[in-house]
């Protein structure tokens, strides 16, 4: 079990490395991308694009526009269009934060580029989990009336009903020459946001796509190795904790599927229901069961209040998020982001009070909370209007929970490590006898009962010997404590040198040594093991001064023994011995069975 522990062990540092990794090509990724789409024209004022294999192929050219809000959400399109004509639009700046939220719509005009020729374009708004958006396009008009095309995306309606399938609204268009009607965005989301719209030819599109998927791809099946790993440590271990965090990484892994859109794209492409709420629902479930798991590490600190606190932190994510499903999308600002500030406040304060009682373990939990809550709390102040969109609050989740899972597995290792490390001494003082160093009762009441069972198929075999120091009360009054420890070991000592391989030298519990021979002896011979046994012990004891020796009275029980069980033989051992107390001139006494003979000699002098 060893070896396979440290190849998990092993298999955890690799995946940690590759895991992290991979968040950094998507970081990387994610900037490169955010630059791309930097690059290019700035502004909406008319210009030609020459397309062709010749030239330099459009790259995600990032336009700003005019933009109208709707306060009530209810205008149409004719009167937005009128309402831009009459110059009530204002121009919008890259990266300011809109009012969206609360019923609110907001109208985007924009100008697309000119062109010499017809050129397919894929206009794209990079911010996944938008609620709606639809793309507004004007057609060559029919009898003189001007015709529009509306393309629909966005989490309101399922993915597999988007122009195109993707992570998050692209629109597939035609930019014709001569072009004169500007385009028109429809955007509705929950809570105020900064986004933009790019440009791109089809084929870079598709291969920034491919990336972008190639990436996410590795990072959430690093991720699910992480609750693999988890639940084959529970087993190995048999720990619990380990299952909570393998259900705390399942719930981040769809969370993080439903997040950067890939959930809709492919687990449910068809469920609208499910693509609009399952980003905040299973986020609130991750977050209130990472409370379950740092309860876990702390149950059993003395501390109540701390577990009962966690406990009700995480039952309120739950009903934060069965709030969320059941009543409105309202809870998102109003009540998801007071929690999320309080979990993270509990995480930090829970991990740095663990870290100070049990440092290698809880240093490494700190880490892992610390590198999850700075990773949250950009896309909290996207939520609160107070950061632009980016790639630290586009990806900042992403990024802190690829650090914090191998981080945290890590720290669930060593404290499952240090348990059963702690159990095994435990056990062991069950065992063995913490002073001597030979068996404990217990395993003298198993090894008797193991004899006696033998006995029944071979009445010949086996012996015990109940040996006693008789001046043990004089030593200790004499020398002390620490002078009764040293007898006590030495006797320990001179026991186990008369012992043979496989014999059993164990603490009976009052005190008193027992030696279980387990092979074939004659009484003769168990005479002279007492006789040995008795010269051993009146050697001088180490730590005490010269001549201190140990006097033995032993009693002993040949085969086959006449008793119904383990504790009666001992029993009888036990008076036999009382018996000798009162005999100062004999040290060894045979037990006489009902039909035991008379010619051997039952006793021993001193």
Not at 177 to 187: D, H
Not at 214 to 236: D, E, K, P
Not at 465 to 475: F, M, Q, T, Y
Not at 549 to 558: G, I, N, S, Y
């Amino acid at each position: 079990m060893g070896n396979v522990l440290r190849g998990f062990w092993h298999l955890v540092r690799v995946f940690s490395a590759c895991l992290a990794a991979g968040l950094l090509g998507l970081l990387l990724h994610g900037s490169a991308f955010a630059q791309a789409a930097g690059t290019g024209a700035e502004t909406l004022e008319p210009q030609l694009i020459a397309l062709g294999r010749d030239t330099h192929p459009l790259q995600g050219t990032r336009g700003e526009g005019w933009v109208l809000v709707d306060a009530s959400g209810q205008m149409t399109f004719e009167q937005v269009r009128a309402q831009f004509a009459a110059g009530q639009g204002r121009r919008f700046a890259l990266g300011e934060i809109m009012p969206t939220g609360g019923g609110r719509v907001l109208w985007f005009q924009l100008k697309l580029p000119a062109v010499a020729s017809p050129t397919p374009l894929l206009l794209s708004v990079p911010h996944p989990n938008m609620d709606g958006v639809d793309l507004y396009r004007p057609i060559p008009p029919a009898n003189g009336v001007a015709q529009w095309q509306v393309q629909r995306s966005g989490d309101l309606i399922p993915v597999a009903q988007w122009p195109v399938r993707n992570l998050y609204p692209a629109f597939e268009l035609v930019l014709m020459p001569g072009e004169s009607q500007p385009s028109y965005l429809r955007v509705i989301h929950s809570y105020p946001l900064s986004l933009y719209w790019t440009l791109s030819e089809p084929d870079s599109f598709q291969e920034v796509s491919k990336q972008t998927h190639l990436l996410l791809g590795i990072y959430i099946g690093l991720v699910l190795l992480m609750a693999l790993i988890s639940a084959i440590q529970a087993f190995a271990w048999s720990d619990r904790v380990h299952l909570l965090y393998a259900a705390y990484v399942l719930l981040v892994a769809l969370g993080q599927l439903s997040l950067m859109g890939l959930g809709g794209e492919y687990l449910w492409p068809a469920n609208a229901w499910l693509n609009d709420h399952a980003p905040v629902t299973l986020t609130l479930l991750g977050a209130a069961m990472l409370h379950l798991v740092l309860r876990q590490l702390i149950v059993n600190r003395d501390v109540p209040w701390l577990s009962r606190w966690l406990l009700l932190m995480a039952l309120l994510g739950a009903l934060v998020a069965l709030a969320f499903v059941t009543v409105g999308r309202h809870f998102l600002v109003i009540y998801s982001t007071p929690y999320y500030v309080a979990s993270m406040l509990s995480w930090i304060g829970v991990a740095a009070w663990y870290a100070r009682r049990r440092p290698r373990v809880g240093l490494w939990v700190l880490a892992a909370v610390v590198c999850l809550v700075g990773g949250s709390t950009f896309p909290v102040l996207r939520m609160l209007s107070l950061s632009p969109m980016s790639a630290a609050t586009q990806y900042g989740v992403q990024i802190g929970a690829a650090l914090e899972l191998p981080l945290l597995l890590i720290a669930l290792y060593f404290r499952s490590h240090e348990r059963r490390n702690n159990q095994l001494r435990v056990g062991s003082l069950t065992r063995v006898d913490p002073l001597t160093g030979v068996a404990s009762h217990r395993v003298l009441l198993q090894r008797l009962a193991q004899l006696l069972q033998r006995q029944q198929y071979d009445p010949a075999v086996g012996a015990v010997l109940l040996i006693r120091i008789s001046n043990a009360a004089s030593i200790r009054q004499e020398y002390g404590m620490e002078g009764a420890q040293n007898a006590e070991v030495h006797a320990g000592d001179c026991i186990t040198g008369v012992a043979q391989e496989g014999d059993t030298v164990a603490r009976h519990r009052d005190g008193d040594f027992v030696l279980l021979l387990q092979g074939r002896v004659t009484h003769e011979q168990l005479s002279t093991i007492g006789q040995r046994l008795i010269a051993h012990g009146l050697a001088d004891i180490p730590g005490l001064p010269f001549k201190t020796a140990l006097q033995f009275k032993l009693a002993v029980a040949e085969a086959p023994f006449q008793v119904a069980d383990a504790t009666h033989l001992l029993l009888l051992l036990e008076a036999v011995l009382d018996e000798l107390a009162a005999r100062p001139g004999t040290a060894l006494r045979f037990v006489r069975w009902p039909d035991a003979k008379d010619t051997a000699p039952a006793e021993a002098p001193v």
